[in-house]
């Protein structure tokens, strides 16, 4: 087969045929290989709150408190590093390398002997996570047939709260000095993530790099075999493929990387409104969240009288909660369309949690039904929440979407990190409801505009192809170069 430098015009139908793909054991494989990443991070997140370290290093708590600040500023670096890597070097290598600078931050960590010890290492997993997410979404979205790619997207990013919730429940047992020494309980927990990724990597060594990727980047030939080979293990399965028409072939010419100027044209003249859709997105999912999760067990302690020790026991229906909503609600973004569902959740979770404020202002709720009203808010919200990350992902060039993820998430993320210190100050002493009450509906104002900023800006991507969606920077235009070659079936 011959090979395509990166000055040839290639006339090539591997998007058309990647999408065609039913599903099949190679997309488990995937899903399973790369989705890990939320797991992980939710089990991390989980850990740090829970401060089984706190009296091993004598930390105030202050400086407990600024160790998950180190670790989101770590995610945030993280993020806008890997993420023009993942562009320039490819999905793969950044997926491998993102993993593994998680597992040596995380497992160091766990060997920490002094506060400034364990900053450094919590800023090292932030930095793997946070690479984790442009690498991820990227490599998800360019191999996941465009009929599923929605649902797979905002379930995988669902699953964040199973993590949460596995090292909410490991923290019971790990941090109760009855089972384990209270020097080693947490020190374990910080060895689980790393024990999972170890795993984890063995398989990721098996999922190749995007042929899109490939495909725009110099590479056909091999993007070609990839294709190839990935047709060949679905038809191993008993699977007939029907050959693709050559009316989908699209046409590109690999180019330089992106520089930051023709990055800004991207976002800022090519599509303003998809750059204030997914900033809009991701800010207003991000302040919901980190206003309630970072503050409910104050909430719960302040207003209702739960103990500490009783308070994590209502995180559990929480995070159920959040984990079912992806769950349940993902395929409803590929048929009944991102639009309608991204307003619908954003606009649902706001409206229960004003519901909810009003209730609270009434002192008619006690904690089990105020934590039955977050786990309905929540539903949605975290429907809405990876529908964010899907969007990022899926409404900009394949050409710099490791940037886009990176840059919008990182938007997120700060916008998200004053939530908390907002909300905190609101609860005070827990004597005077009114400002939480307020809080509150500021907090469901703010998403149910996000979901009409979305009902009028958002991009209809259901099962469409991510080149229908986006054109690459790299497409030609096919009147310019008709005898370009054409490469697959």
Known sequence: MPD???TDVVRSLIPARMDRLPWARFHWMVVVGLGVSWILDGLEIQLVASA????????????????????LIGQVVGALTFGRLTDSWGRKKLFIITLAVYLIGSGVAGLATSIWFLYVFRFVAGLGIGGEYTAINSAIDELIPAHYRGRVDIAINGTYWAGAGLGAFASLWLLDPAYVDVNWGWR???FIGPVLGL???QLRRHIPESPRWMLTHGH??????????????????GIDLEPVPDSRAILVQARENVSLKQLARVFFKDYPTRTVLGITMMVTQSFLYNAIFFTYALVLQNFYGTTPSSTQYYFFPF???????????GHLFDTLGRRRMIFLTYSLAGAVLAVSAFLFHADMLTATTQ??????????????????YLTVSEIFPLEVRGQAIS????????????????????????TERTPLFYGYLVGAAIMIAGGIVALIYGVDAERKSLEDVARPLSHVDVQTEPDARLVGK
Do not use: H
């Open 4 to 6: 395509f430098s990166s």
């Open 52 to 71: 089984g370290f706190q009296k091993t290093l004598g930390m105030s708590t202050p400086e407990v408190a600024f160790t998950g600040t180190v670790y």
């Open 188 to 190: 374990i927990g910080f």
């Open 199 to 201: 795993m984890i990597i």
């Open 220 to 237: 056909a030939a091999e993007a070609e075999r990839i294709v190839e080979e990935t047709e060949a293990s679905v038809r191993a399965q």
């Open 319 to 329: 995070a159920i909660g959040n984990l079912l909503g992806p769950l349940l609600l």
């Open 371 to 388: 934590t039955l009203l977050w786990c309905v808010a929540f539903f949605f919200a975290s429907a809405a929440a990876s529908a964010a």
């Open 407 to 430: 840059y919008f998430f990182a938007v997120g993320q700060m916008a998200g990190a004053i939530a908390p210190a907002i909300y905190g100050l609101l609860i005070g002493d827990g």
